[in-house]
Nanobody
Framework: VQLQASGGGLVRPGGSLRLSCKAR????????MNWYRQVPGKERELVAT???????NYADSVRGRFTISRDNSRNTVYLQMNSLKPEDTAVYFC?????????WGQGTQVTVSS
């Protein structure tokens, strides 16, 4: 299983970014896909989840600002991030579980700063 994340960058507070994560080596359409984030010195935090029926769930800190979606034809999961705040600064990772094992993308840095 390979997960390739992209789309991070530097953005001003109030701005938007869209992260993408392309999956290979997995039956993508049946998988729950997750986005996590991590800042130095803190535990990795679950940000958003989307299951195979496109049901979604969000951390309280991002609900109403972030939207997770998926395109099964492209084996890709997205995280649209709007109204970004400095506290959203982190490395963002996509994740899935396959046969009981966790698989992670390489992480993409999101920095929110003026």
């Amino acid at each position: 299983v390979q997960l390739q994340a992209s789309g991070g960058g530097l953005v001003r507070p109030g701005g938007s970014l869209r992260l993408s994560c392309k999956a290979r080596g997995v039956n993508f359409r049946i998988k729950t896909m997750n986005w996590y984030r991590q800042v130095p010195g803190k535990e990795r935090e679950l940000v958003a989840t989307i299951d195979s029926d496109r049901r979604t769930n969000y951390a309280d800190s991002v609900r109403g600002r972030f939207t997770i979606s998926r395109d099964n034809s492209r084996n890709t999961v997205y995280l649209q991030m709007n109204s970004l705040k400095p506290e959203d600064t982190a490395v963002y990772f996509c994740n899935t579980v396959n046969w009981g094992d966790n698989f992670w993308g390489q992480g993409t840095q999101v920095t929110v700063s003026s």
